[in-house]
């Protein structure tokens, strides 16, 4: 079988792009942060590394050596101060499931790549009835190295049985864009967490999920069919490298 006679894929990041919580993390690192005595911005901090593990963002905010140990409890209370924040307030973004059960009709295949454990997963999409859609769910748990690193997109591709070239990633971060490009995708961004300015080069940009139909979609796929190199200034700065 060759792969123009495979199906196209979408591959779609969790946070801030099937919901609109950004501001809501933001708030639970920030509680975090005042709890340790930290004057970092958490709006400012989220902009250049959301997307990444919650440990690697924490390592960066401190000038001396945290343990590991550590850094995973902060993480876990980071946790708990956004579901209690969230708690009420999860809901998809908008036009959401119209177009999941429109590009499924269309005969795309659907996968979800998230820096998010299984627990964390679940409270999303299974609160709001989502995991039907996905063909393929690939979590932190299920790979070595998060975003900015392809390893999310590159293991969802792989279980997808979708070679990259035909897989098309959205995304609301900075980092997600730069993995979608180091796993050899190309993109779509959401501009629930960033101007679009911020951004490298997706194929298009959008608010939500009712500014785009599969159609269109595929036809992005047909007439854009390189995927852009990674962006070295974005992708490999100090903080990137963890």
């Not at 996905?134 to 999310?152: L, N, Q, S």
């Not at 864009?177 to 967490?193: D, F, H, I, N, P």
Request: hydrophobic residues 40%.
């Amino acid at each position: 079988m060759t792969s123009n006679s495979l199906p196209y894929a979408l591959i779609f990041d969790m946070d801030g792009t099937i919901i609109n919580n950004t501001a809501i993390q933001a708030r639970a690192f920030q509680l975090l942060f005042r709890d340790l005595g930290l004057t970092t911005n958490a709006r400012r901090l989220l902009e250049r590394l959301n997307g990444m593990p919650a440990t690697n963002i924490l390592k960066t905010i401190f000038t001396h050596s945290v343990p590991e140990k550590q850094l995973k409890e902060y993480a876990a209370q980071r946790e708990f101060l956004y579901r209690v924040l969230y708690w009420d307030k999860r809901k998809e973004v908008a036009g959401l499931t119209q177009f999941l059960q429109a590009a499924r009709s269309a005969g795309f295949k659907l996968g979800l790549g998230t820096g998010s454990a299984s627990d964390t997963i679940s409270y999303i999409i299974d609160h709001l009835d989502l995991r039907r859609y996905f063909d393929v769910i690939v979590g932190t748990d299920d790979v070595d190295k998060g975003k900015p690193h392809a390893d999310t997109y590159s293991r969802t591709c792989e279980k997808l049985g979708i070679p990259p070239e035909r897989c098309l990633v959205f995304e609301d971060a900075i980092m997600g864009e730069q993995a979608a490009y180091k796993a050899g995708m190309r993109c779509v961004a959401l501009t629930t967490s960033i101007k679009a300015e911020k951004f490298q080069a997706p194929l298009h940009v959008m608010k939500d999920f009712t500014e785009i139909t599969p159609a269109q979609v595929l036809e992005l796929l047909e007439q854009s069919p390189a995927t852009p190199k990674p962006n070295k200034e974005l992708a490999q700065r100090n903080y990137m490298k963890l």
